[in-house]
């Protein structure tokens, strides 16, 4: 059964378990990063992708398992570069819904300048960061996120760096869509990654996914206690980037909730002579099944 889904796209009815995969997880018991896959799941069905509709472009961590584990087009890519990787599928077929994710290590060391030039080209996609605030698949070095003062494997006498602030940096790059979850509290997140989904143009949610194994500190038990949700202030509208940010330093960055959402034309729509029946890069481009077997025999 189909409905529509805005004034030209068509929604398709799934279930969480059109979107699942036979794959293993390989996870530890307990890694926040299940919340994530669990939340984006039940996103989709409520947005109304079909599977077919969806490409993920993950980055290397344990985070960038996550595409192994949703039934959708998947690339698993060299680390830190999600972000142009997903711009190319974009702009190879842009009726694709293009999904980057990757863990904070990806994102905001290798990945740090395509981040910030995302955000001001306004490139239509989502990219769910699952920010751990350490490195766990190499066991537990400090990582851009990490707060100063915490230790371990990388800096046993205490972090001597400044963390990097993702949502501000967003914002003062110029992100059309900022917002931040938290994968302890689902229905939260969900709703937040809906509304990234759905947003046109570049939507960052950057999503706090505890690492039970390596990081003691940034805990479940710590983001319950510590994440203040932004719908609960009355009065606040995400339209004010000013306001956005004053929020983000008051709070000191935890808040829940999306903070900033702006319309305006993403990259490709502001490509000379681009339209939506015409993608500006190969018409002929499509990702069937068949190009997708071209390509993995490429790497075999
Ligand atoms: Fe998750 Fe940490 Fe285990 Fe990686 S090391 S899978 S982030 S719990």
Redesign the pocket.
């Known amino acids: 059964m189909t409905t529509m889904r805005g004034a030209l796209e068509m929604m398709t009815t799934t279930t969480v378990a059109d979107w699942k995969t036979s794959a293993p997880t390989w ?2 018991p307990g ?1 926040g ?1 299940f919340g994530d896959l669990s939340a984006l799941q039940k996103a989709l069905v409520a947005v109304g992708y079909a599977p077919e509709e969806v490409v993920i472009v993950a980055g290397v961590g ?1 985070s960038g398992k996550i595409g192994n584990y949703v039934n959708s087009y998947n690339m698993h890519v060299t680390h830190g570069r999600t972000l142009p990787i997903a711009m190319g599928v974009k702009l190879a077929n842009p009726h694709l819904k293009v999904i980057a994710a990757g863990g904070d290590g990806d994102g905001f060391a290798l990945g740090m300048g395509h981040f910030m030039h995302a955000c001001r080209r306004n490139v239509d996609m989502t990219y769910i960061v699952m920010d ?1 605030q350490i490195y ?2 190499t066991k537990g070095q400090t990582s851009p996120t990490s707060a100063p003062g915490f230790e371990s494997k990388s800096t046993p006498e205490g972090n001597v760096e400044g963390a990097v602030d993702p949502l501000m940096l967003a914002l003062t790059a110029g992100a059309t869509f900022v917002a931040q979850g938290f994968t302890g509290n689902q229905k939260k997140l969900q709703a937040v990654l809906e509304a990234g989904l759905q947003h046109r143009g570049f939507a960052f949610i950057n999503t706090f996914s505890p ?4 990081n003691k500190v940034n805990t479940f038990d710590f983001f319950r206690t510590e994440l203040h949700d932004i719908d609960e202030d009355p009065g606040y509208r995400p339209n004010d980037r000013i306001r956005a940010m004053q929020v983000l330093l008051q709070h000191r960055q935890l808040l829940q909730g999306v903070f900033y959402r702006e319309e305006r034309p993403s990259f490709h729509e502001l490509l000379p002579g681009f339209s939506e029946d015409k993608p500006p890069v190969n018409p002929d481009w499509q990702l069937s099944p068949a190009l997708w077997g071209k390509l993995l025999n490429l790497y075999r």
């Not at 690492?211 to 390596?214: D, G, I």
């Open positions: 996870w530890c890694c990063d344990c751990n766990g698949l690492c039970p194994t390596y």
